[in-house]
């Protein structure tokens, strides 16, 4: 019962490095997100995507790209790091954006 | 625009007490309202839900009522415990967005002392 699985759990990048956080679900929800995580701040949305080939921004999409090539998995890249980017990020899936969200159990990055 | 506004914290109660944590919100239509819980180190995970007026959500002994005279969603516990202590964020799905966003208040940390 795998649910929302996240990789990796830690990651430290230096600034101008690139990454890829990965984001896989085995419950056949079309709808899935990225969340961003910042003290006092709360959960802000980086990008989702309603389906396989379809994706779009979020409240906060600058500095990140997605792609969705399955319905599984739904990859985020940090294209060029900065110490803006140090955050805590999860990813999210939901049979349809209305219904309960499921999360993984976050990515802790941090940007030196 | 769609809104939520959660009680801020922390909040610090001693075990046994009664909880109530604040949430109102901003919505045209008739929203869909959700509590969800983040323990240390976890994701977030769903607490409870309401989709209609007067509709009470509950779940572990946490109750919340979909208010819409006072555009609220207050949650409640009668006597919380030590494994209580978490982060409780309030959320907001409105059908009058074209994509259902999600719309997420600050988040409540909610300590409770034993």
């Known amino acids: 019962n795998a649910g929302v699985t996240q990789t990796p759990k830690f990651q430290v990048l230096k600034t101008g490095q690139s990454m890829t956080l990965q984001c896989a679900q085995d419950?056949?929800?079309?709808?899935m997100s990225w969340y961003r995580q910042d003290p006092g701040m709360g959960l802000r949305l980086i990008h989702y995507?309603?389906?396989?080939?379809?994706?779009d921004q979020g409240e906060v999409p600058n500095g990140y790209n997605v792609s969705r090539s399955t319905t599984e998995d739904f990859p985020l890249r940090l294209l060029s790091a900065a110490p803006s980017q140090t955050s805590v990020y999860f990813c999210?899936?939901?049979?349809?954006?209305?219904?309960?969200?499921?999360f993984g159990e976050g990515s802790w990055l941090t940007v030196v | 625009g769609n809104s939520v506004t959660q009680m801020e914290g922390p909040v610090t109660l001693s075990e046994e007490a009664f909880l109530t944590i604040n949430c109102t919100y901003t919505?045209?239509?008739?929203?869909?309202l959700f509590w969800y819980v983040q323990y240390p180190g976890e994701g977030l995970q769903l607490l409870l839900k309401?989709?209609?007026a007067d509709d009470k959500g509950s779940n572990k002994g946490f109750e919340a009522t979909y208010r819409k005279e006072t555009t609220s969603f207050h949650l409640e516990k009668g006597s919380v415990q030590v494994s209580d202590s978490a982060v409780y964020f309030c959320?907001?799905?409105?059908?009058?967005?074209?994509?259902?966003?999600?719309?997420w208040g600050a988040g409540t940390k909610l300590i409770i002392k034993p």
């Open positions: 999210a899936s939901s049979y349809d954006p209305g219904n309960t969200i499921y």
């Open positions: 419950m056949n929800h079309e709808y």
């Open positions: 919505a045209t239509g008739y929203p869909s």
């Open positions: 309401a989709t209609k």
């Open positions: 959320a907001l799905s409105s059908p009058m967005d074209s994509n259902y966003q999600l719309i």
């Open positions: 995507s309603v389906g396989a080939g379809i994706t």
